[in-house]
């Protein structure tokens, strides 16, 4: 059974910061890309950031600057690290992962739970 858990979540003063962290677990043969999406209430879930196999990255336009997605291969995990949040940055976030497990099951679209972030001013 694969598992994506997210933690780090919680409530931040703006200006502050957080790490989010998201462990991939099961029987995991391959992560491929990893991302962290977002879902503000009343709002569509949107890309806050990916990061491919090789470690491309790539962010949205509102977190340039401010956030930092990264992954250890070894331990099957991606962070997020948020700095300089504002109240703008509060939402649910969601881990996402494309993978291929052991059985040779392949999920171009895996998500956690999700772990809340709130940001106030």
């Known amino acids: 059974q694969v598992q994506l858990v997210e933690s780090g979540g919680g409530l931040v003063q703006a200006g502050g910061s957080l790490r989010l962290s998201c462990v991939a677990s099961?029987?995991?043969?391959?992560?491929?890309?990893l991302a962290w999406y977002r879902e503000a209430p009343g709002q569509q879930r949107e890309l806050v950031a990916s990061?491919?196999?090789?470690?491309?990255?790539n962010y949205a336009d509102s977190v340039k600057g401010r956030f930092t997605i990264s992954r250890d291969n070894a331990k099957n995990t991606v962070y997020l690290q948020m700095n300089s949040l504002t109240p703008e940055d509060s939402a649910v976030y969601y881990c996402?992962?494309?993978?291929?497990?052991?059985?040779?099951?392949?999920?171009?679209?895996?998500w956690g739970q999700g772990t809340q972030v709130t940001v106030s001013s």
């Open positions: 996402n992962a494309e993978l291929t497990t052991y059985s040779g099951s392949y999920y171009p679209d895996f």
């Open positions: 099961g029987s995991i043969f391959n992560l491929h890309g």
């Open positions: 990061i491919s196999s090789g470690g491309s990255t």
